[in-house]
C-alpha cells in the first residue's frame, strides 16, 4: 500500500515550457486534491476532484489544468510555465468529504 | 471569507519542554477542524481531528483542544523531543465547499537539545 505517490519530485523548467505531475492513489478515495505550498505561506487550492471524470477550480487555479480519467490518478498540468509558479506541490487524497487527507511527498518546481 | 491564522509563526524551546500553539479561525459553517505535522520536506501528516462536539483530543504527547464558541484552537506538545522540530498546520473544513479546506500558514517548531 503505498498511499499517495507524485512524479516527478524534483523538475526544472525554463519559462513557457510545459509540464504534467502526475498524483496516484492506491486507496480507492474518491475525492483528490492539488496544492501549491510556497515559502512561508499555507497550502492554497489550485484543483481539485470529487471523483473520477469530474474536476473543480480551487482557490488559485489560472495557469494549471487538470484531468481525473482515472479514480486513481489526478494531473496537473502547466501549459507555459512561469517563474511565479515556482513552488512545491502537493497532492492529497481522502475517501470522504469529512475524512482525513492523505498527502503525497511533493514536487519540487523550479521555473527560471 | 474563510479564514485560518495561527500563533506564532514560529517557536524554538529546549528539549523536554513543553509548548502550546494556538490557532484562531472564522471557517463556518464549521465541520471539523485538524492539526497537521509537516516535517521539512515531507507532505503534512494528521495528528489530530477534532468535530464541533469534541472539545479535547489526544495523540501521544500532543493535545488538541477546541472551543467552538470563540472559535479558537490549541496543540500543546508534551515533554517535546528533537523529533517534534516540524511545521504544525491548522486546517478547518467547513460543512460545505465539497471537502475543501482552510489551511493555516502554519507554526515552525524547533526543539534544541
Known amino acids: 500500500n503505498a498511499g499517495v505517490t507524485q512524479t516527478p519530485k524534483f523538475r526544472v523548467l525554463k519559462t513557457g515550457q510545459s509540464m504534467t505531475l502526475l498524483c496516484a492513489q492506491d486507496m480507492n478515495h474518491e475525492y483528490m486534491y492539488w496544492y501549491r505550498q510556497d515559502p512561508g505561506m499555507g497550502l492554497r487550492l489550485i484543483h481539485y476532484s470529487v471523483g473520477e471524470g469530474t474536476t473543480a477550480k480551487g482557490e488559485v487555479p489560472d495557469g494549471y489544468n487538470v484531468s481525473r480519467l482515472k479514480k486513481q490518478n489526478f494531473l496537473l498540468g502547466l501549459e507555459s510555465a512561469a517563474p511565479s509558479q515556482t513552488s512545491v506541490y502537493f497532492c492529497a487524497s481522502r475517501d470522504g468529504t469529512f475524512s482525513e487527507q492523505y498527502f503525497g511527498p511533493g514536487t519540487r518546481l523550479t521555473v527560471t | ?113
Open chain 2, 1 to 113: 471569507k474563510n479564514q485560518v491564522e495561527q500563533s506564532p509563526q514560529s517557536l524554538i524551546i529546549l528539549e523536554g519542554k513543553n509548548c502550546t500553539l494556538q490557532c484562531n479561525y472564522t471557517v463556518s459553517p464549521f465541520s471539523n477542524l485538524r492539526w497537521y505535522k509537516q516535517d521539512t520536506g515531507r507532505g503534512p501528516v494528521s495528528l489530530t481531528i477534532m468535530t464541533f462536539s469534541e472539545n479535547t483530543k489526544s495523540n501521544g504527547r500532543y493535545t488538541a483542544t477546541l472551543d467552538a464558541d470563540t472559535k479558537q484552537s490549541s496543540l500543546h506538545i508534551t515533554a517535546s523531543q528533537l523529533s517534534d522540530s516540524a511545521s504544525y498546520i491548522c486546517v478547518v473544513s467547513a460543512r460545505t465547499n465539497a471537502g475543501k479546506s482552510t489551511f493555516g500558514d502554519g507554526t515552525t517548531l524547533t526543539v534544541k537539545p
